[in-house]
T-cell receptor
Framework: DQQVKQNSPSLSVQEGRISILNCDYT??????FLWYKKYPAEGPTFLIS???IKDKNEDGRFTVFLNKSAKHLSLHIVPSQPGDSAVYFC????????????WGLGTSLAVNP | ETGVTQTPRHLVMGMTNKKSLKCEQHLGHNAMYWYKQSAKKPLELMFVYNFKEQTENNSVPSRFSPECPNSSHLFLHLHTLQPEDSALYLC??????????????FGPGTRLTVT
C-alpha cells in the first residue's frame, strides 16, 4: 500500500512556463515533506522541503505548497528551464521511527526549449 | 558534489561471488542509510545506522550484510545474490534532530548487475 503517490509518471512543459508536480499522501501523521530531483546515473538531490506547520515554502524558482486537509502537496517551478529536466521524487516523514522517508515513484519532467 | 561518495559505480557479479559496496560521507552526519532502487518501484529503505549502531533492518535478506565501522563509512557486503537483486544501491546520510531538518543526502549509487 503506497502511502505517497505521484500519479503522473511524466510531464512535459515548454521552457519559460510553469511546471507543477503533484504528490498525494495517505498518512495524516506525516509532518515533513521533501522534494528531490534525480538525474540519470546520479543519486537524488534534495531540492526543497516543507513542515506541516506551513502551507508554503519558497526557494528561488521552486515553491512547495501543502494542503493538509486534502493530503496533497505540489512543487511549482517558475520559470522552467531545460536543465530542470529530471525525475522528481516526493517524500514524507513522521516523528519517530528513525524519521524514515517514505517515497513516491517519481515524475519525469521534460522541459522543452 | 553532494559530499557522499560511493564505490564502485558499477558492479557485475555472479551469484556465487562475494563483493562489497562502500559509502563515505564527508558531511559530519551521524546517520547513514542504504537504499535499493529498482525499476518501477519506490526507493526501498534497507538499513539505517545512527552513531554506528544499526537502528533499522527493513526485512532485508541475510545475503545483504551491512557494516558501519564509524559515522563516516558504510559498507554493504554481498554474497550469493540473486538476479532479482540487480538494482541501483544508494547510500545516504543525514543529521537527525537538527532544527527539524530531515533531509538525506545521497551518493551517486552503485549500479549492480547479478548474472
Amino acid at each position: 500500500d503506497q502511502q505517497v503517490k505521484q500519479n503522473s509518471p511524466s510531464l512535459s512543459v515548454q521552457e519559460g512556463r510553469i511546471s507543477i508536480l503533484n504528490c498525494d499522501y495517505t498518512n495524516s501523521m506525516f509532518d515533513y515533506f521533501l522534494w528531490y530531483k534525480k538525474y540519470p546515473a546520479e543519486g537524488p538531490t534534495f531540492l526543497i522541503s516543507i513542515s506541516s506547520i506551513k502551507d508554503k515554502n519558497e526557494d528561488g524558482r521552486f515553491t512547495v505548497f501543502l494542503n493538509k486537509s486534502a493530503k496533497h502537496l505540489s512543487l511549482h517551478i517558475v520559470p522552467s528551464q531545460p536543465g530542470d529536466s529530471a525525475v522528481y521524487f516526493c517524500a514524507a516523514s513522521k516523528a519517530g521511527n528513525n524519521r524514515k522517508l517514505i517515497w513516491g515513484l517519481g515524475t519525469s519532467l521534460a522541459v522543452n526549449p | 558534489e553532494t559530499g557522499v561518495t560511493q564505490t564502485p559505480r558499477h558492479l557485475v557479479m555472479g551469484m556465487t561471488n562475494k563483493k562489497s559496496l562502500k559509502c563515505e560521507q564527508h558531511l559530519g552526519h551521524n546517520a547513514m542509510y542504504w537504499y535499493k532502487q529498482s525499476a518501477k518501484k519506490p526507493l526501498e529503505l534497507m538499513f539505517v545506522y545512527n552513531f554506528k549502531e544499526q537502528t533499522e533492518n527493513n526485512s532485508v535478506p541475510s545475503r545483504f550484510s551491512p557494516e558501519c565501522p564509524n559515522s563516516s563509512h558504510l559498507f554493504l557486503h554481498l554474497h550469493t545474490l540473486q538476479p532479482e537483486d540487480s538494482a541501483l544501491y544508494l547510500c545516504a546520510s543525514s543529521q537527525p534532530g537538527t532544527g527539524g531538518n530531515y533531509e538525506q543526502y545521497f551518493g551517486p549509487g552503485t549500479r549492480l548487475t547479478v548474472t
